[in-house]
């Protein structure tokens, strides 16, 4: 399966990071990666991004058509939408329906609001299934959370006691 993932944040931002802890446990035996960048300025994390793909273009000074175009010479199976109206964004570029399928996935919490995305990938905390009427994309709930937060492992058990913190409330 080919799978492309449209952003400007594939380097050192917080979209960019949150979303590395998803897509590097991807199955590289299974799945095609193509990375489609709309930031034109690159950095390590971009690195990363560029390490992890089968392909990887940067889109950032392309017109919306040819920005389009380049994708659908990919012939993907799924465009994942990470930009939706965020800066640097080109929803234009899935006007143009590149990609068979095409998905939004955390980059707000609203629509893209055009009828060639067809799903939007979240949750049932995200998105309540009585909002699909506010949708265009057809709400496309996962278990779990949406956004892909780096995993943190359990603090170990620490007693804190307000003296060794210098507390001003500590009591008697």
Not at 41 to 57: I, M, S
Not at 67 to 76: C, F, G, N, T
């Amino acid at each position: 399966m080919r799978v492309g993932y449209l952003s400007a944040d594939l380097r050192n931002h917080v979209m960019g990071k949150m979303m590395w802890q998803a897509l590097q446990h991807h199955d590289k035996a299974r799945f095609e990666l193509f990375f489609y960048s709309l930031a034109d300025k690159e950095d390590d994390w971009t690195a990363r991004f560029r390490g992890l793909a089968d392909r990887f273009d940067v889109l950032a000074t392309l017109s919306e058509q040819a920005a389009a175009e380049r994708i659908a010479a990919d012939d993907l199976d799924i465009l994942v939408d990470l930009a939706t109206h965020t800066k640097g964004a080109k929803p234009d570029v899935l006007a143009l329906k590149p990609a068979r399928v095409q998905i939004t996935h955390v980059a707000s919490a609203g629509t893209v609001g055009l009828s060639t995305i067809d799903f939007k990938l979240t949750d049932r905390y995200a998105d309540l299934p009585e909002s699909q009427a506010l949708h265009m994309e057809t709400l496309l709930p996962m278990d779990g959370c949406v956004y892909p937060y780096r995993h943190v492992r359990s603090p170990r058990s620490i007693r804190f006691i307000a003296t060794r913190l210098a507390s001003p409330r500590t009591s008697s």
